[in-house]
T-cell receptor, first 115, second 111 residues
Framework: DVKVTQSSRYLVKRTGEKVFLECVQDMDHENMFWYRQDPGLGLRLIYFSYDVKMKEKGDIPEGYSVSREKKERFSLILESASTNQTSMYLC??????????????FGEGSWLTVV | RKEVEQDPGPFNVPEGATVAFNCTYSNSASQSFFWYRQDCRKEPKLLMSVYSSGNEDGRFTAQLNRASQYISLLIRDSKLSDSATYLCVVNTYSSASKIIFGSGTRLSIRP
């Protein structure tokens, strides 16, 4: 089974703190994604990466950065956390291979509260 | 207009009923389609892929209508455990993987 692991499940951070959310996948997928999900707004793409050291902005990249130094690991960084970044953050991965249909697999989510 | 649209619901149906959801998409170049299920405060999980010819998995049937640009999910003999939010997902295979999620349809099954 595909495994996407988000190491931090529940975090409480103060405004202005730097926050790192780590994600690791074990299926050698090329694509990795960070989403946030808020009530009534659905899933919104923050950043994605289609290869090591490659990244592209999603729909809401402001206030976030990402790092992909190794294929299996994709990190989301909040340089200076703000209260409007309180949310559930979902990491995901998918293969590029069209035969697999680009099925996307999610981690269990990281619940971040910024106070 | 949103790229992928779903009726948000909630759909509140009795156990044993048949319920159907539709999802429309705007990009005619879309090439792969999925239904995901998301339980409260959990991550979305793949329910089923949607194939051109339609496909069935137990009580669940998925259909694709390319001409009208929608996909559907039919649940027969609904169970209490089917209560969840169902997300429609569309992939256009553009230069970088572009996977679009609908905002989800909430389903509640009552005893």
């Amino acid at each position: 089974d595909v495994k996407v692991t988000q190491s931090s499940r529940y975090l409480v951070k103060r405004t202005g703190e730097k926050v790192f959310l780590e994600c690791v996948q074990d299926m050698d997928h090329e694509n990795m994604f960070w989403y946030r999900q808020d009530p009534g707004l659905g899933l919104r793409l923050i950043y994605f990466s289609y290869d090591v050291k490659m990244k592209e902005k999603g729909d809401i990249p402001e206030g976030y950065s990402v790092s992909r130094e190794k294929k299996e690991r994709f990190s989301l960084i909040l340089e200076s956390a703000s209260t409007n970044q309180t949310s559930m953050y979902l990491c995901a991965s998918s293969p590029t291979d069209r035969d697999s249909g680009n099925t996307i697999y999610f981690g269990e989510g990281s619940w971040l509260t910024v106070v | 207009r949103k790229e992928v649209e779903q009726d948000p619901g909630p759909f509140n149906v009795p156990e044993g009923a048949t319920v159907a959801f539709n999802c429309t998409y705007s990009n005619s170049a879309s090439q792969s389609f999925f239904w995901y299920r998301q339980d409260c405060r959990k991550e979305p999980k793949l329910l089923m892929s949607v194939y051109s010819s339609g496909n069935e998995d137990g009580r669940f049937t998925a259909q694709l209508n390319r001409a009208s640009q929608y996909i559907s999910l039919l649940i027969r003999d609904s169970k209490l455990s089917d209560s969840a939010t169902y997300l429609c997902v569309v992939n256009t295979y553009s230069s970088a993987s572009k996977i679009i999620f609908g905002s989800g349809t909430r389903l509640s099954i009552r005893p």
